[in-house]
């Protein structure tokens, strides 16, 4: 981050000096708040934790080269003191925003956040030093760490803001204030949290919201609950999407051979063919997204097509696509689930199958509420409209759910099966899989479905990873 003596980070959150014999000390590392972290001049943020307290790692900190402790009482060591360490996170943050002069450019969305995050990035980085959220660190813990990251030299701040409630966002752009804020859809992504796609759009909507006159807010214009937030918003109306009244639009969208989307891209200042090395045609509307923020920052639409065209998964298991020596292919998009993500990796699995026998291993999405049933029985009756090869359905009720769901469709629900677990699910595909095979494993992150697909990959030994 950029260097600030401990005395005046003390003063910017309100907290007091102990047991520190020079003020004068920067702080010139990055904000951690797990020690292990730690590097030479870092600031340890002792939070308390259900299983683990972080002031009892205080000393382990400082001697692996933090200058000092954040923390909520004296810990023997070099400390600044606070009520909340949270709520002084958040305050250090908001600080170095302020002085740093970057362009903030802030997005959300009930489903792509994170591949959009890194799109955007990936373009912006050809123009200038971006500093942007890593994974999915979108909370109010994970957003300011990322925010004090930037330094001197930053000039574009890119971050993800999730929301699980309203006023959730309405705090994040307190702390970090955007100049450019896009959001991608309203999809149904936690609704048993929210209780509605009303509730969502109107919590998402916060972050237009806390545009300033001269900002720009980004809008899908192929979603109505989205393209409803310009009323919201006193800053300037960009709009993405295929609508031929968006300001950025896609035509002539197909797939290649092996399931990456290509399109022709438009913008106000020009047009540029863009194919993408991701895969799945649910991309178009992320690169779609990614553009307008860089046409907004003024990048002509051949330097963007260039970007897109050449962007990778900077993330974790989201359509992560690795081949292995026998042909199998396994997609790796086990990080999380909703309805929206689920039946998008379906289409990019039965896209990328054509001509080679697919399986779709999945588990249950989390926080739907009393849409839970229908929706796993839409993703199941999904399956078998797309012709994918075989559906294993990995879990409990949910899972009992997505099985039924391809069952009731037609007679291909006797291609389908439901296993208790990962481990039954691992034993099968084992004992199956041919080469050729491709292979999709997803469900919400609580389900640990990651674990199908390293142990199909491990199976292998060596692979080629594309």
């Known amino acids: 981050?950029?260097?600030?003596?401990?005395?005046?980070?003390?003063?910017?959150?309100?907290?007091?000096?102990?047991?520190?014999?020079?003020?004068?000390?920067?702080?010139?590392?990055?904000?951690?708040?797990?020690?292990?972290?730690?590097?030479?001049g870092s600031l340890f943020a002792a939070f308390v934790g259900e299983r683990v307290d972080g002031h009892d790692y205080a000393e382990q900190a400082v001697r692996a080269g933090a200058v000092a402790v954040l923390a909520q009482r004296r810990v023997g060591v070099p400390a600044i003191v606070v009520e909340d360490v949270q709520t002084a996170l958040g305050?250090?943050?908001?600080?170095?925003?302020?002085?740093?002069?970057a362009t903030l450019v802030a997005l959300t969305g009930s489903a792509g956040k994170t591949s959009t995050k890194d799109l955007i990035a990936q373009v912006l980085q050809r123009k200038a030093p971006t500093v942007f959220t890593p994974g999915s660190l979108n909370n109010e813990i994970g957003l300011p760490l990322t925010a004090l990251t930037a330094t001197e030299e930053t000039r574009f701040l890119v971050l993800e803001m999730g929301a699980r409630g309203i006023g959730h966002i309405s705090y994040l752009t307190n702390l970090?204030?955007?100049?450019?804020?896009?959001?991608?859809?309203v999809g149904t992504a936690h609704i048993g949290e929210f209780g509605g796609r009303e509730q969502i759009a109107q919590a998402k909507g916060e972050l237009v919201e806390a545009l300033?006159?001269?900002?720009?807010?980004?809008?899908?214009?192929?979603?109505?609950?989205?393209r409803a937030m310009a009323s919201r918003t006193k800053a300037k109306v960009i709009l993405f999407g295929e609508s031929g009244e968006a300001d950025v639009r896609a035509e002539n969208v197909r797939l290649t051979d092996s399931g990456q989307p290509a399109f022709l891209?438009?913008?106000?200042?020009?047009?540029s063919e863009v194919t993408m090395r991701l895969y799945g045609e649910h991309h178009v509307s992320n690169a779609l997204a990614a553009a307008?923020?860089?046409?907004?920052?003024?990048?002509?639409?051949?330097?963007?097509?260039?970007?897109?065209?050449?962007?990778?998964?900077?993330?974790?298991?989201r359509m992560e696509v690795?081949?292995?020596?026998?042909?199998?292919?396994i997609v790796n998009d086990a990080y999380n689930a909703n309805p929206e993500s689920m039946r998008a990796a379906l289409r990019a699995l039965a896209a990328m199958g054509k001509g080679r026998r697919t399986w779709a291993v999945l588990g249950k999405m989390a926080e739907l509420g009393d849409e839970a049933l229908a929706e796993h029985d839409a993703v199941g009756r999904l399956a078998v409209r797309l012709n994918v090869g075989k559906l294993?359905?990995?879990?409990?009720?949910?899972?009992?759910?997505?099985?039924l769901g391809a069952y009731n469709e037609g007679s291909w629900g006797e291609e389908s099966v439901h296993v208790s677990d990962a481990q039954a699910a691992i034993d099968l595909l084992r004992s199956e899989l041919r080469p050729g095979d491709v292979v999709l494993v997803k469900a919400s992150r609580s389900v640990g479905l990651e674990s199908v697909a390293q142990a199909l990959l491990d199976a292998e030994g060596e692979v080629a990873a594309r």
Not at 322 to 329: A, K, N, S, W
Not at 392 to 397: D, K, N, S
Request: glycine share 10%; net charge negative.
């Open 1 to 40: 981050m950029i260097a600030l003596s401990l005395a005046e980070t003390a003063s910017v959150v309100g907290g007091q000096t102990h047991d520190i014999p020079d003020p004068s000390v920067l702080v010139h590392g990055p904000v951690v708040i797990d020690s292990r972290q730690v590097k030479d």
């Open 91 to 101: 305050a250090l943050a908001r600080h170095v925003v302020r002085r740093l002069g």
């Open 176 to 185: 970090t204030p955007p100049q450019i804020g896009l959001v991608l859809n």
């Open 212 to 226: 300033p006159t001269e900002g720009a807010a980004i809008l899908n214009a192929d979603d109505p609950l989205v």
């Open 265 to 271: 891209l438009h913008t106000p200042s020009g047009a």
């Open 292 to 317: 307008a923020v860089a046409h907004e920052l003024g990048m002509s639409a051949s330097e963007i097509a260039t970007a897109l065209s050449e962007a990778g998964s900077l993330s974790r298991w």
């Open 322 to 329: 690795t081949e292995r020596p026998d042909g199998v292919t």
């Open 392 to 403: 294993v359905a990995v879990g409990g009720r949910e899972a009992s759910w997505l099985q």
